[in-house]
């Protein structure tokens, strides 16, 4: 069935598709009430740590009166779980799914997910799920590969019958194989030369030899505790040469910066950005600012060291945006002005994060845990799932905005997908403030972007207190 | 410490070849003719020539310049570190030599091809890895692509920006200011060729906050200056830039381009090194400098180098711009041979030749009533700076 069909087939199997367009499918009842154990689950794997969620006392004083769902997790309560998919082919998007999977769209990613929250989940509230199949598209030419967009839109009830929210979905159904091939970008990076070798004797060995096991090692005098970088072989400040070192933090701010564009040396991707970093500890080191646009660089920003393995036997420590800790009180109305950034948020993509996210998303697509298949189904690697991509970027407007900010929607659309070892930055903006139904309403847009290019971009309204 | 050697020497024949980006000649040939071109100026048979003096990046060994120049017999011969810091530097070499008696007449010089040949502003990236200290210094910067001149000044000048909220229009109003006299100026690779504010802030980035207009050219070309003693120069064919004094300076924490470990690296305080010196020797002040000579490789250290020397107070280098007051009816009109960005970049020495001129009265964009011309060298670098006085 893979073969390639004629014009008069795609418009036929088109119209197939579209069939039930518009129809309703049998509702779909979570199999477990929303509890404890799977929130947890979620706020452990996400590094959510909003007590909301899982401290009663803190819930009893917050917003809800007691414990309520990370919002971002309306879809995970009916996800089917790790049992063997059964498409229905009564039901209109589970229809959909099994034709193009029996027609050799067999790749599948999410695209857009857009949550609307009418009220925060109770634990013992248990979902009833309603699909609708809203639109199919033509075959159209993706990066991934050729395919078929499918919208659905989920209505959200309670076992008491309550509208608690809904889902607006698309996914990618896709031929493995067909996308674009690897851009020219990557064959240079493959054949790109090293960085210049660091020139080292036996004054600086113990610096390198550091950052090839992850540690930032700075020279300090043994005799007067003086710390100086670069090295010496005497201290300037006592005269001793009794010289030793120790392991920084890897805590400090961006002193000055600059951004190279011109001459390009091969071994380097341009713009390029070079940071002198200022250590806790008092003393500066030329280094490269990574997971960081050049326009978000600025004098004083919180960073943090991470070790880049740039021969086989040499790695330079290397610096990204600091995660700044989580706001423990919560920023009212009249605190926030439209224009407003958020601080920038690094998340280090580790398959930790990848498969953990996954499963407790209880998202069980083979895709996001296991690399032979998703090798086999056209991605270069295991890719986080949607759901976690809402579930970090709601962690993230949540961390800026405080934990009793209320979530009363979250519009997500992915780009380029979050593979392991690369590192997504979040950053965001206020970008509207208005009252609506009695209450303050901010506008925060927010982009994750890894990489390749932006990972995720979207908006969110948050409900906030006016005082 | 004072200098001893104010005023005992002087400047008596400057020479240049044409000022070029392919010169089609050796760099030999070109440093031949700028000597032979300075002793031709001051009326002084090459062969009477006893002492040379050039600076680190030089190529062109000065016993080869000897004999191309007919010079037999050499009693003082010297080479001084850091480039284009070293540009005043060579004078005061010069100076200390005849002073002490070791020379009668210096030539310092620079030739090179180095828009031709080598391109200077390609900076490190061929370096090989080493383990000299002078290799291993490089190993803080290089392997994170910190590897041209531009991105080592660069690094200040956002400092700078952050501290005292000095814009990127305000190292533009430097380059305006050389490009205006290098319009003026027939010698001048930007001969007729001024630029506005919006040329600068529309030319590409090198290397954020720098563009390309904040960079000095590269250029193939050669400079020669004749030094002798005040005495002397009297009977040779020019008025002579007498040279009040002359200073070099290196401070705490220097490092190559690069000292960025300082408490604060929005001064330059090699370079306020070399005004202390500069001024306590030689009596003057601020106050008594009609026009400057400010090394500008990079637009954005011309800032604080006005401050070193007291035009303006620290941090205010750019309200001392905005104002005017390096431009052509300005209280301290600079490089009025369009600098290093218009006329052409010998590593300063093209600039030191028009402090002569200005004392002489003999340049193309002549200030009135100039009684002494301040000259400084490259910065990041140990540095040196110069101040020429009309003779008494």
Request: net charge negative; aromatic share 8%; with cysteine.
């Amino acid at each position: 069935m893979s073969e390639v069909m004629t014009d008069e087939q795609k418009e036929a199997f088109v119209a197939k598709l579209r069939k039930e367009v518009g129809s309703t499918g049998t509702p779909s009842t979570a199999r477990d009430p929303v509890n404890q154990p799977m929130i947890r689950h979620w706020c452990d794997a996400m590094e959510d740590a909003n007590p909301l969620y899982t401290d009663p006392d803190a819930a009893t004083q917050g917003p809800h009166g007691e414990i309520v769902a990370p919002p971002a997790m309306l879809n995970a309560w009916t996800m089917p779980g790790n049992i063997p998919r059964v498409n229905d082919p009564q039901d209109p998007a589970s229809g959909v799914y099994a034709m193009l999977d029996e027609a050799g769209y067999v790749g599948v990613v999410a695209t857009n997910s857009e949550h609307v929250y009418h009220r925060y989940l109770k634990l013992g509230d248990r979902l009833t799920g309603t699909v609708k199949l809203v639109d199919v598209t033509e075959e159209k030419q993706t990066a991934l590969g050729i395919g078929h967009f499918v919208t659905t839109e989920t209505e959200y009830l309670n076992q008491h019958g309550e509208h608690v929210g809904s889902m607006f979905f698309r996914i990618l159904k896709f031929r493995p194989g067909t996308g674009r091939t690897a851009s020219s970008d990557g064959d240079a990076a493959a054949e790109r030369p090293p960085r210049p070798r660091p020139s080292r004797n036996q004054d600086t060995d113990f610096f390198w030899q550091g950052s090839r096991v992850g540690e930032l090692r700075i020279q300090q005098c043994q005799n007067c505790g003086y710390l100086q970088h670069p090295p010496g072989t005497r201290c300037p400040a006592c005269g001793s040469t009794d010289m030793g070192y120790i392991t920084a933090s890897g805590e400090g701010t961006l002193y000055s910066y600059v951004v190279s564009h011109h001459p390009r040396v091969p071994s380097f991707d341009y713009p390029l950005n070079i940071g002198l970093v200022e250590l806790e500890e008092g003393v500066r080191l030329v280094t490269n600012i990574t997971d960081c646009d050049p326009d978000q660089l600025k004098v004083g920003m919180p960073l943090r060291a991470w070790h880049m393995q740039t021969h086989e036997d040499v790695s330079l420590p290397v610096f990204r945006p600091a995660r700044v800790p989580r706001n423990p009180s919560t920023l009212t109305f009249d605190e926030v002005s439209v224009g407003d950034e958020l601080p920038l948020c690094p998340i280090p993509l580790t398959p930790t994060l990848i498969v953990s996210t996954a499963i407790a998303s209880r998202d069980y697509q083979d895709v996001h845990h296991d690399r032979d298949m998703a090798l086999k189904k056209g991605s270069e690697d295991i890719f986080m799932n949607i759901l976690t991509s809402s579930g970090l970027s709601a962690r993230y407007i949540g961390d800026w905005a405080g934990p009793d900010a209320v979530f009363k929607n979250l519009k997500i659309r992915l780009g380029a997908p979050n593979y392991p070892y690369d590192c997504m930055t979040m950053s965001g903006s206020v970008t509207a403030k208005r009252e609506a139904d009695g209450e303050d309403i901010v506008e925060v847009s927010f982009r994750g972007q890894n990489s390749r290019g932006p990972h995720v971009t979207g908006t969110v309204d948050l409900a906030l207190p006016r005082a | 410490m004072t200098l001893k050697y104010a005023y005992h020497s002087a400047i008596a024949g400057i020479g240049a070849t044409p000022f070029t980006k392919d010169s089609g000649r050796t760099p030999m040939d070109q440093a031949v003719e700028a000597c032979l071109a300075a002793c031709e100026d001051a009326g002084l048979p090459p062969e009477k020539v006893n002492g040379f003096v050039t600076y680190s990046a030089e190529q062109n060994p000065e016993i080869e310049l000897a004999r191309n120049l007919g010079v037999e017999e050499m009693t003082h011969f010297s080479m001084v570190h850091h480039g284009g810091g070293a540009a005043c530097g060579v004078i005061a070499v010069a100076c200390q030599a005849i002073y002490s008696g070791a020379a009668d007449y210096v030539l310092c010089y620079r030739a090179f091809n180095e828009r031709s040949w080598h391109r200077f502003g390609a900076g490190v990236q061929d370096r090989p890895a080493g383990a000299e200290a002078s290799e291993v210094s490089f190993s803080w910067s290089s392997p994170f692509g910190l590897v041209t001149p531009a991105s080592w000044v660069a690094m200040f000048a956002t400092r700078y920006m952050h501290e005292y909220g000095a814009t990127t229009e305000d190292f533009g109003r430097v380059s305006v200011v050389d490009r205006d006299f290098a319009a003026t100026n027939p010698y001048a690779h930007f001969f007729q060729r001024p630029i506005t504010l919006e040329d600068h802030q529309n030319s590409r980035w090198i290397v954020e906050p720098l563009r390309l207009l904040d960079c000095c050219q590269e250029t193939d070309g050669a400079q020669a200056l004749l030094v002798t003693t005040a005495e002397r120069a009297k009977d040779l064919k020019q008025k002579p830039a007498v040279i009040a004094s002359a200073a070099q300076g290196a401070a705490e924490d220097q490092h190559m381009m690069r000292s960025y470990y300082r408490d604060s690296i929005t001064g330059i305080p090699e370079m306020g090194l070399c005004a202390r010196q500069l001024y306590q020797s030689s009596g003057l002040s601020a106050d008594d400098i009609q026009t400057a000579i400010i090394y500008d490789h990079f637009t954005p250290l011309v800032l604080p180098q006005l401050e070193e020397f007291g035009f303006c107070d620290r941090g205010e280098a750019k309200d001392f711009i905005r104002d005017g007051h390096l431009q052509r009816d300005g209280r301290l009109p600079i490089n009025t041979n369009g600098g290093q960005l218009g006329e052409a970049y010998i590593h300063g020495l093209n600039g030191i030749a028009e402090g002569v001129r200005q004392i002489r009265g003999t340049s193309v964009n002549q200030i009135e009533n100039v009684e002494n011309v301040l000259a400084t060298a490259g910065t990041a670098v140990p540095t040196s700076a110069l101040i020429l006085s009309q003779p008494q």
